[in-house]
């Protein structure tokens, strides 16, 4: 079992920025994951598009601004449980909660904090009869590990960023990219699209459009797919290794929505005049997840949230502790690591 003081469920900027603040009071995380990787919908929706509204920075790519709250982080050693969707919550006896996901993962910790944003992404599938059958058997919605794909016979199906950008990618991994999109015109970014039409020029990318996938054949395994051109009855068998559909990710509040919060139009309430807890005691909603009126989902508003809960947090763990609170360029920063960033001895003088 996997025991920390915070377990943050979302690893979006949130949940990364409370291990931050959590991580000056000495206070350890551990962060839960849907998704392979962290950054929340800065990562997975738009991470080469420019945020205007950071304070300190006039412009930064949301990819950019998920690295940066990495590197903050990295002295305060969070764990990550990444790929792994938090199913169901338990209160023991002590008052702690043991959190497991839907492979098993079991987390223990005396403070849960929800930033789920707007949920646990769920992949939107396409209406194929035998689709289950080839989950993780040759079709996958989300590409982890490109070398998956290395030598293989790839089918992407998809019009948007996603599909574009990982059919440019497995150009150089795969034997063979076919794109598949019902339309002519692809909703991706206009860069992308003419790198797609450069390496079909260049024959290493097959497009075929307007078409979809309406079959897929195999034995344990994928071995091939159906595709029909729209408006043509026929359709080919086109042998592949893998299909991957990129239709995009519908995000879901999910099992969260069973765990007894108080809910409102698919979002956890939490008192805003004191430190974002749920009905739960012990239980806290950060980020765009939660609800109360006036409420904003932008990113700064979930750091704000995130810093307060942190400070609730660590009066809920040491009742009989007070704490002091200290500006960073004051008391420094010093992570778990033994890592030291001091201020210096002058403007500690002068502050104090
Ligand atoms: C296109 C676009 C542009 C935007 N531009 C701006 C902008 O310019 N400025 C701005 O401030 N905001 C912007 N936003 C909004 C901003 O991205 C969100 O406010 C921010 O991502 C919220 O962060 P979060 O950490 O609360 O949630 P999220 O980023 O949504 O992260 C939540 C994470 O929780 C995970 N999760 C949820 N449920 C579970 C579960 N049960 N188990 C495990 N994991 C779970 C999800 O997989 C996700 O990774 C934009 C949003 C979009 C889509």
Known sequence: MIKTDILIIGAGPTGLFAVFEAGLLKLKCHLIDALPQAGGQCSE????????????????????????LMEQIKPFQPGF????????IVKLEDDSFVVTTNKGTRHNAPIVAIAGGLGSFEPRKPLLENLAKFEDKGVAYIIKDPEVYRNKKVVIAGGGDSALDWSIFLADVASEVTLV????????????????QHLKDAGKINLMTPAEIVGLNGKDHLESVVIRKTGDDSAINFEVDNFIPLFGLSPKL???????????????????????QTNIPGIYA?????????????????????????????QRIFPDKKYVMKYTTVGGVTGFDGSKKEAPKAVVKAIE
């Not at 449980?81 to 169901?88: N, P, Q, S, V, W």
Request: net charge negative.
């Open 45 to 68: 929706i738009y991470p080469k598009k420019p945020i205007y509204d950071i304070p300190g920075f006039p412009e930064v790519l949301a990819g950019e601004l998920v690295d940066n």
């Open 81 to 88: 449980t990444l790929g792994e969707r938090a199913e169901t």
């Open 181 to 196: 999109h019902r339309r002519n015109e692809f909703r991706g970014a206009l860069d992308s699209v003419e790198k797609v």
């Open 254 to 276: 999910g099992p969260i929505g069973d765990w007894g919060l108080e809910i409102e139009k698919n979002a956890i309430k939490v008192d805003n005049t004191l430190d974002y």
């Open 286 to 314: 950060i980020g765009d997840v939660n609800t109360y009126p006036g409420k904003l989902k932008l990113i700064l508003c979930g750091f704000h949230e995130a810093t307060l809960m942190c400070q609730s947090a660590y």
